[in-house]
């Protein structure tokens, strides 16, 4: 199998096939991140888009000792950090409020839910709910961790923060969302 390596050389030496290559073996797990970081799918795609734009223009930058995905992932982080930074800013203007995120729309076939995909949709809106109040210094590393599956030193390296500090994100992080879903385990 080629490596992430060999593909970026290649792009970099005018092999526009190669970048496809990338982006085919990055698509479903960048997308998934985008979309655990914007809640909703229009903004991740936005951001999917967003992130593939800016590794284009930095790609002849890369180090090419690094991982590849680990860097795919810094630069999402910083992207969705400057973009939620400037609609917090715009929104906050336009209507005195601090949120702006869109309400996360969930399509389904008009077929009537069962008990147990009621359950799981007021489960998972607690848990929404929790993730959209975590301060974006807890979210980055949990969605790191227990979704991406990065290790400590790895999302330390992509946050620019010590182990010792990620851990103890994570922790709070856990936290939080227990105080959040805690209505949800009371009631059933």
């Not at 970099?12 to 799918?41: I, K, P, W």
Request: proline content about 3%; overall charge positive; charged content about 35%.
């Amino acid at each position: 199998m080629i490596t992430d390596k060999q593909l970026i050389e290649g792009y970099r030496t005018g092999r526009r096939e190669m970048l496809e290559s990338l982006v085919e073996r990055y698509q479903d797990d960048l997308y998934r991140f985008c979309r655990h970081l914007t809640l909703n799918a229009l903004d991740a795609e936005d951001l999917f888009q967003e992130v593939w734009v800016r590794v284009i223009r930095k790609l002849d930058r890369y180090d090419l000792e690094r991982s590849f995905k680990a860097w795919l992932f810094q630069v999402t982080l910083n992207l969705h950090r400057d973009s939620y930074r400037k609609w917090k800013k715009i929104y906050g203007r336009l209507t005195g409020e601090d949120s702006c995120r869109v309400p996360w729309v969930e399509l389904r076939d008009g077929a009537p839910l069962t008990e147990e995909q009621l359950l799981r949709k007021e489960r998972n809106a607690y848990l929404e709910k929790g993730l959209r109040k975590l301060p974006k210094r807890y979210l980055g590393p949990l969605i790191l961790f227990y979704y991406e599956e990065f290790s400590y030193e790895e999302i330390g390296e992509m946050l620019g923060i010590p182990t010792g500090t990620v851990k103890s994100r994570l922790n709070q992080s856990k936290k939080l969302l227990q105080k959040a879903v805690e209505p949800w385990r009371g009631e059933y």
